[in-house]
């Protein structure tokens, strides 16, 4: 259901009234975060009854705690710990009283209530009246974002103005340190992306550091550490009076039509391990607050301002034709610039920093979904979530040993420490192409950037480790003429689970070869020292080209020549088909209400798989070939993944099929507005996001880099008038203008560059 209300102005998300079913939707909506925390969009009293919140969580970017995985019955190499995102202490909760009565939802008499994610400025706003049972009333305004400019900021700004003369107002301000168990009400659902949290995962420890309040916390497995501080200012009025815990209580006497205004800060300090960095640590914080507290709200909310108004200028994408598609295209973009991580240490979780669903774990939907939009349009954010995996590539090499393979490196499918997290192995440590999605990702960065000082170190290593994993997990198979096997692997489609030769598999694995090859010799052939540092280093041997160049040419690809589509393996066709028209609308997605063993007895997909590769590569099939596979697969793929239809819909555009891209494009931009895939609650689908700018830049836009040039085949929806947005590409910005006539390029920054307009090479100067 959408739940929101939308403003004309494309771009404020609008909630009005004190639905609870409503108000407890739209916390992942309201989310704020900035890749360091984020906070969701709950409500700020602390009495609010539980039914106006699914979880209240405030989340760190890879703060987790650990626990062993049990297992009914263990193998060799089963992941052996739970990774788990844990909530850490809640810096929006404060309490309202007038005249000792305690202000809630449900308690005095709540008009005007309504909430605003404005999402060109990157802040929330709630405003309402509230009239206690003695009949004195007051007007609140809440505003609330995370600082881009300080990571560690949380800033809100409390202002009640009161309608009566001589009531006594108290505001409360506590850091909770959450005593209850987990943040997340009990949930009995059996949902594999969801997992509940169980016992409290720290003990925290309270002290003051040039009087800033702050709290020290620590998990209890992992040993990770965190400050967290907060400084509260009420303007005009005397100091607080302390309660216990160190929560603070103003107490004013009101006057009719003046505002009383706090400005609180919380901030989230940097994660350490060793504890006797903890002075230190505290030491930053407590100085972070006491600086921006000097400086105020009003001048951290305009710096704040700034840095929206420069990202909304690059990254920004304008339809003419259809407001409801351009606000979710808008929240699409703002939940990816908010979900980054920007440190190289650590990424993009699934459900970003909105939502403790799968844990907050990373898995290939950074690389192949979301990567593009920063690679595009903020390309050192793009190198920091590269930079990331360059630093847990050597337990991605314990990883390749576990599996008895001696030399190259694989990594996990779903982590944050870098060790493998899936207890599923076959859907988990089987999907082996995680190491050609992340070679295609740094391949593609390299040549959009022309970063040559990345591609030469961590670029370099990382090309060669996965490269060597494959050929190390492959053979060559005599009874398919010496053809390169990979066998025992599970591809993109989770429905069809270890198989031999899954076509994607294989094609990202040749291209990895191709990607790691170049590199090499372009290394061997340079004057580049640091290149030749990394291959003496990871003790490179030339006889590895030869060995990749024959696995690249010798890749089997599986193919039916009689019914002339390309196989998704060798066993998918010889399968019988699911009957999807047939299966009840309840007993979607499968995943939910079928063995295992079932679904993979069936020709079922969750989502694109042949047709993910296919797009990737899309220069290298015929269209009549991509047509007969797009049509057949489309009729055995449920969508039961959220990065399914942004892959059907770029193809489909690409195909000339454009009343089929349009609606698997309203799809992707308002699936978590609409709550489509009926999750939402558990944070936002952000891979679905950067399938979202994708299928705009990507589809509608043709945007394609082959070899060292982009290419625009752009096609426009009927439905639409125009499409505006702007790319980077070694260190120039084009804006692109898509019109029903004409598409229009210009240069906005940068050298001279020559692109494709189809098959039409333009100079832009």
Not at 25 to 52: C, D, M, V, W
Not at 302 to 329: A, C, P, R, T, Y
Not at 446 to 458: A, L, Q, S, Y
């Amino acid at each position: 259901m959408n739940t929101l209300k939308v403003k004309q102005s494309k771009w404020i998300l609008t909630e009005e009234g004190t639905d609870p079913e409503i108000i407890r939707q739209n916390e992942t909506l309201f989310a704020l975060s900035n890749g360091h925390f984020g906070t969701r969009g709950s409500l700020e009293e602390i009495n609010s009854p539980s039914k106006y919140s699914n979880s209240e969580a405030t989340l760190v970017n890879a703060f987790y705690d650990s626990e062993p995985i049990e297992y009914g019955e263990w193998a060799y190499g089963y992941a052996k710990e739970h990774q788990t995102i844990i909530p850490v202490p809640n810096g929006k909760k404060i309490t309202l009283k007038l005249d000792h009565e305690i202000f809630d939802l449900e308690a005095g008499k709540t008009t005007k209530h309504k909430r605003e994610l404005d999402l060109k400025k990157g802040i929330l706003k709630r405003t309402f009246t509230w009239e206690n049972t003695q009949g004195h009333k007051i007007d609140v305004e809440i505003i609330r974002f995370v600082s881009y400019d300080h990571k560690e900021l949380l800033a809100q700004k409390i202002t009640v103005t009161p309608y009566n003369d001589n009531n006594e107002l108290e505001i409360i301000t506590e850091l909770d340190d959450l005593k209850e168990l987990g943040s997340r009400k009990k949930d009995t659902s059996k949902d594999p992306r969801v997992k509940e949290q169980g016992e409290r995962r720290f003990h925290s420890e309270r002290f003051k550091k040039d009087s800033v309040d702050l709290l020290h916390i620590e998990t209890n497995h992992t040993k990770c550490h965190l400050i967290v501080g907060e400084k509260d200012k009420l303007k005009g009025f005397k100091s607080p009076i302390y309660n216990k815990n160190n929560s603070e209580k103003f107490i004013v006497k009101t006057k009719k039509g003046k505002p009383v205004v706090l400005e609180r800060l919380v901030a989230y300090s940097n994660m350490f391990d060793e504890e006797d960095k903890q002075e230190e640590i505290a030491q930053k914080t407590a100085t972070i607050l006491n600086e921006t507290s000097a400086l105020g709200f009003e001048n951290l909310l305009e710096k704040h301002i700034k840095h929206m108004e420069k990202f909304w200028n690059m990254s920004d994408i304008e339809i003419e034709g259809n407001d409801e598609l351009q606000v979710g295209l808008r929240f699409n973009l703002f939940h990816l610039h908010q979900a980054a991580g920007r440190d190289g240490k650590r990424n993009m979780s699934a459900k970003g920093l909105t939502g403790e669903g799968y844990e907050g774990h990373y898995f290939w939907d950074t690389e192949m979904y979301m990567l593009s939009f920063f690679l595009y349009t903020q390309p050192e954010i793009a190198k920091q979530l590269l930079t990331y995996r360059y630093t847990i590539l050597e337990e991605a090499r314990n990883r390749a040993r576990i599996m008895s393979i001696d030399e190259g490196a694989l990594f996990a499918w779903r982590t944050i420490n870098g060790k493998e997290a899936s207890p599923y192995y076959p859907a988990g440590t089987a999907q082996i192409h995680i190491n050609g999605d992340i070679a295609h990702a740094i391949y593609t960065y390299i040549k959009v950037t022309g970063d040559k000082h990345f591609g030469m170190n961590e670029g370099l290593e990382i090309l060669v480790e996965t490269a060597r994993f494959y050929a190390n997990w492959g053979h060559y198979d005599e009874k398919r003429e010496g053809a390169f096997v990979l066998n025992n692997v599970t591809g993109p489609d989770e429905y069809t689970a270890i198989v031999n030769n899954n076509y994607y598999t294989n094609l990202m694995a040749k291209h990895n070869f191709k990607y790691a090859i170049e590199m090499v010799e372009a290394t061997l052939e340079s004057n580049e020292e640091r290149g030749k540092d990394v291959l003496e280093r990871i003790n490179f041997n030339h006889m590895e080209l030869e060995n990749w160049k024959n696995a690249q040419k010798k890749m089997f690809l599986p193919y039916d020549k009689e019914q002339g589509l390309t196989m998704q393996d060798d066993s998918f066709f010889h399968k019988e088909v699911w009957d999807l028209k047939h299966t009840p609308k309840e007993k979607f997605p499968l995943l939910l209400h079928y063995h295992p063993l079932t679904i993979y007895r069936y020709q079922v997909n969750k989502q694109a798989d042949t047709i993910l590769g296919q797009f990737i590569f899309s220069h290298a099939f015929s269209h009549d070939q991509k047509v007969r596979d797009y049509n057949y697969y489309e009729s055995v793929t449920t969508h039961d993944s959220s990065l399914s239809r942004s892959v059907f819909g770029m193809m489909a555009s690409e195909l000339g099929f454009m009343q089929k891209a349009y609606t698997y494009f309203m799809d992707t931009a308002l699936m978590d507005l609409s709550d489509l895939q009926s999750n939402t609650r558990d944070g936002v689908h952000a891979a679905n996001m950067g399938g979202t700018w994708m299928s705009m830049v990507y589809g509608f836009g043709g945007l394609r880099l082959i070899g060292d040039r982009l290419h625009f085949n752009p096609r426009l929806p009927k439905e639409w008038q125009a499409v505006t947005f702007k790319v980077t590409f070694r260190g120039r910005i084009i804006k692109v203008s898509i019109k029903k006539e004409k598409t229009e390029y210009d240069l906005i920054e940068g050298e001279p560059l020559v692109i494709n307009h189809f098959n039409e090479e333009r100079q832009l100067k």
